[in-house]
């Protein structure tokens, strides 16, 4: 069974910029989330979604958005792009919700 | 707000050392996971603890969940260079609310030197 696949893996952009992330779960799984990675802050919980809908959600502003297609397939957005959003994302994937499996994450430098 | 402090927050030791990793709380947990991550790839989970007082063992790591659901411990015997990691310990909420959302704690970096 194929793992978790982020792409791209890697991402540079400029601050006002957006970008889109693309995670592939693992087949059968219906639950993907999504986290922000980065040394000070740890793992960031940003939202989970389940069938398309947005079922959590963390403290992270408007400009983070996501969203997931009828085959469980998400992706998520950043719009306005700061410095402060260089990290590394990671996506995970679940059957049912708390047993996660993550992807490589993509890793985003903002200059 | 959940949160979950891991100590040591860095910690490099010599191949056959022992050491201790610890992960606390002041909130209490519906169960807690332990995952490593190594350098350019995701965290891959070790063992999800469920019950209170409960000790899982995985080859040379013990894992412990405390009485009160609130804290975990992972012990390594006899480190090796290939231990070397993040390791990160994860709640899940208690809540019901937020079953669905994993609190992670900022996670313990490992240096196995041979």
């Known amino acids: 069974k194929a793992g978790v696949t982020q792409t791209p893996r890697y991402l540079i952009k400029t601050r006002g910029q957006q970008v889109t992330l693309s995670c592939s779960p693992i087949?059968?799984?219906?639950?993907v989330s999504w986290y922000q990675q980065t040394p000070g802050q740890g793992l960031q919980f940003l939202f989970e979604?389940?069938?398309?809908?947005?079922?959590n959600k963390g403290n992270f502003p408007g400009r983070f958005s996501g969203r997931q297609f009828s085959n469980s397939r998400s992706e998520m957005n950043v719009s306005t792009l700061e410095l402060g959003d260089s990290a590394l994302y990671l996506c995970?994937?679940?059957?049912?919700?708390?047993?996660?499996?993550f992807g490589a994450g993509t890793r985003l430098s903002v200059l | 707000t959940q949160l979950l402090e891991q100590s040591p927050q860095f910690l490099s030791i010599q191949e056959g050392e022992n050491l201790t990793v610890y992960c606390n709380s002041s909130?209490?947990?519906?169960?807690l996971q332990w995952y490593r991550q190594e350098p350019g790839e995701g965290p891959v989970l070790l063992v999800t603890?469920?019950?209170?007082?409960e000790v899982k063992k995985l080859k040379r790591l013990t894992f412990q969940f405390g009485d009160a659901r609130k804290d975990s411990s992972l012990h390594i015997t006899a480190a090796q260079p290939g231990d070397t990691g993040l390791y990160l310990c994860?709640?899940?909420?208690?809540?019901?609310?937020?079953?669905?959302?994993?609190?992670f704690g900022k996670g313990t970096l490992l240096t196995v030197n041979p």
């Open positions: 995970a994937s679940s059957f049912w919700g708390n047993i996660q499996y």
């Open positions: 087949s059968g799984h219906r639950s």
């Open positions: 979604y389940f069938s398309e809908t947005q079922r």
């Open positions: 909130s209490v947990f519906s169960s």
């Open positions: 603890v469920v019950t209170g007082g």
């Open positions: 994860a709640g899940e909420g208690d809540s019901g609310g937020s079953n669905y959302k994993l609190t």
